[in-house]
């Protein structure tokens, strides 16, 4: 049951991740989280953003941005981006995520997420069977039922690194 909310990777940030690596994988679409992930809480998209996404796109990745945040939001971020995207995207479920891919042309052995929440974006990716990158929160400011679930979250990546651990020692 809790295997159900471990990623297939982790990294500090979506920064240091590997595209390049990605693409020679066989990856043709990243879908991203924003809040936490790319940016902080609600802040539009920042110069360091913007060159990331533009260095995906070049590698020749297609990019889709998914957030449950409202329309305003999202649309606000993507003005110096310019990526599809999907708002109120209520993940964990399916739906967005699969709409991601049809938007992007891609399937689920070509595309990666990018997130910071497990209970919401990885466990959403991982329902699909899209390969998932958790990233640190970018700001330990968050809404009082995000925290909540970080502390979920420490429970569940204690076993995922004792696992992990254990796997790496056989």
């Known amino acids: 049951m809790i295997k159900t909310f471990y990623p297939e990777e982790i990294a500090d940030s979506p920064y240091v991740i590997d595209y390049e690596e990605l693409y020679r994988q066989g990856y043709r679409g990243i879908i991203f989280d924003i809040d936490n992930t790319l940016v902080e809480h609600d802040a539009d998209a920042t110069p ?16 889709c941005l998914i957030s449950n945040n409202d329309e305003e939001r999202v ?30 042309g891609t399937d689920v052995d070509t595309t990666v ?49 004792k696992r992990k651990k254990r796997r790496a020692n056989t």
């Open 113 to 161: 997420f990018v997130g910071d929440q497990l209970f919401t974006d990885v466990w959403g990716a991982n329902r699909v069977g899209i390969k998932t990158f958790f990233v640190k929160a970018i700001s330990p400011k968050e809404e009082i039922q995000i925290v909540l679930k970080r502390r979920l979250e420490r429970f569940v990546l204690y076993f995922y690194r």
């Open 48 to 63: 360091e953003a913007i060159e990331l996404i533009d260095k995906v796109r070049k590698i020749g990745l297609q990019v």
């Open 75 to 104: 649309t606000r971020f993507n003005r110096d981006i310019n990526a599809q995207f999907i708002y109120n995207a209520k993940k964990p479920l399916k739906k967005s995520f699969l709409n991601a891919m049809k938007m992007m």
